[in-house]
C-alpha cells in the first residue's frame, strides 16, 4: 500500500518553475497572488488541460472563479500572459493560454541585471 | 551577449514543485501568500541559504520582513515546516528550515484521495 | 531571431531523473547504453508517446534497431520496464511502457543503503 | 520507516536534463557512455562538487576510471566541456568542470533545425 503512493508521487510530476521568476515578479509589478495563478494555468497546461477554466483554476486556490477570471483579464491586457489559437489534427479551432510573453519578460529581467552589474564593475574600474 | 543571457538562465536553474502541492493546498488550510513564502525558503535553499531571514524573503515578495516572519511562526506553529540544527564540519551549530512535515502532509492527501477513489469505486460495485 | 531559440529551448522543456538512477544503476546490472534507452522511453513519454519503437529509440542513439529491441526485451525480462495495457476513452486498447518497476527498484536500493548505514551506526556504537 | 523512504527519494532531488540532449546528441558525434558521463558530472556539480574525479565519476559506472579520465580528455578536446578556473572566498584558486560549450552546441542545433524547417516551409510554398 505505501508503495502506491510512492509510485502516485513519482507519477503525479513536479512542475520545474525558472528560479528568477521567484526573485523578479515583485518587480515586474506582480503579487504573490497572481504568480500562483499563473503557476496553476502552468500546472494545468503539464497535465494536457492548455486552457483552463476560471472554474478549474479557482477550484484550487482560495479566491473565487470571478476573481480569477478578473486576474487573467489584467495579465492577459498587461503581457505577461497571450491567448493563441491552435488547430486539432481534426482541424477544429481551439484556445489556449501562452506564457511566452512571461518568459520573455523574465529575459529582459536577466539582460537588465547584467548591464547594472556591467555598469557597477566598469565605474570601479575607473576609480 | 544574447547567448549570455540564454546561459544564464540555464545556469539560474529551475525549482522543481510537487505537481500535488498545486492541487492540495488550499485543502490543507494555506492560502496564496503562504505557498509563495513556501516556495520563496525552498528557493533559497536550492542555491545554498537553508535559513533565510525574515528580510531575505521579503526583498523578493510584496510583504514586509514582519509579516513573513509572522506567516513563518504560524507554519511552523501549524506543523507545515519545521526548525532542524545542524553541525558544519567545523562543529559550529546552525539552524535551518526543513519542509519535510510538508511533504508528508502531501503524502497523506495522495494517501486520502486514494482512499476516497477506492471507497467510491467499491459502493459503486455494490449497487 | 535568437530569443525564438531561447523560447524553443523553455518550451522543449526538461526530463527529470532522479539522481539515485545515476549512482545506482551500476549496483543494479545495468550498463550505460540500457539506461540511455531507458532514458530515451521516459522521454519520448513526457513528449505524449507512451510506446516509441526501436525505430524511433533508434534514430536518437548511436545503436540499431535491432539492438534497441534486443536490449529492450531484456530490460523487460528482468523486471526494470513492463508493458501495461490501456483503453483509450474511444475504447481502443493499446500498449505502453510502463517504469514503476525501475522506481521500485530504486526504492529497495535506498532502503538497503538506510539499512547499511543503520548497522554500520550500531556495529560502531557497540565497540 | 516506509515514510522516511519516501522523503530520502524527495531529498535526494531530480538532475532536470534538457530534452533537447536526447534527440540531439548522436548527431553532435557523441555516444551512450560519452552522454552518460556527462550526464554524472552534471549529478556531482548538483550536490556540490563540481569537478568530480575519474575515480569518483567510475565508481557509478561499469567504465573504468582509466576510460573515464581518457573520455574527459576527447570532451574538453572537441569542445563539449570546458575546465574554468574558480576563486573561494578565502582566496584560493580551484578547477571545476563547464557544461557551458554544450548548451551553447544544443542551441546552435535548435537553431539549425529552425532554419531547415523554415527552408522547407518556403520550398514548400514556392511549389
Same mark, same amino acid.
Given at each position: ?19 528568477? =521568476? ?16 499563473? =503557476? ?14 476560471? $472554474? $478549474? =483554476? ?16 489584467? =495579465? ?13 489534427? %481534426?482541424?477544429?479551432?481551439? %484556445? ?15 539582460? $537588465? $541585471? ?11 574600474? %575607473?576609480?
Amino acid at each position: 500500500m505505501e508503495k502506491d503512493i510512492l509510485l502516485a508521487w513519482i507519477e503525479e510530476g513536479t512542475v520545474n518553475i525558472p528560479s528568477i =521568476l521567484f526573485t523578479n515578479y515583485k518587480r515586474m509589478g506582480l503579487n504573490e497572488t497572481d504568480i500562483m495563478l499563473i =503557476l496553476q494555468v502552468y500546472s494545468f497546461q503539464n497535465k494536457g488541460n492548455s486552457f483552463p477554466t476560471p $472554474e $478549474e =483554476l479557482s477550484s484550487n486556490m482560495t479566491i473565487t472563479s470571478g476573481e480569477c477570471a478578473s486576474i487573467l483579464r489584467k =495579465l492577459v491586457q498587461q503581457g505577461f500572459i497571450s491567448i493563441e489559437e491552435g488547430n486539432t489534427t %481534426e482541424d477544429i479551432l481551439f %484556445e489556449k493560454y501562452s506564457l511566452k510573453p512571461l518568459w520573455l519578460k523574465l529575459l529582459d529581467c536577466l539582460q $537588465e $541585471e547584467k548591464k547594472q552589474s556591467q555598469r557597477q564593475q566598469s565605474s570601479f574600474n %575607473e576609480n
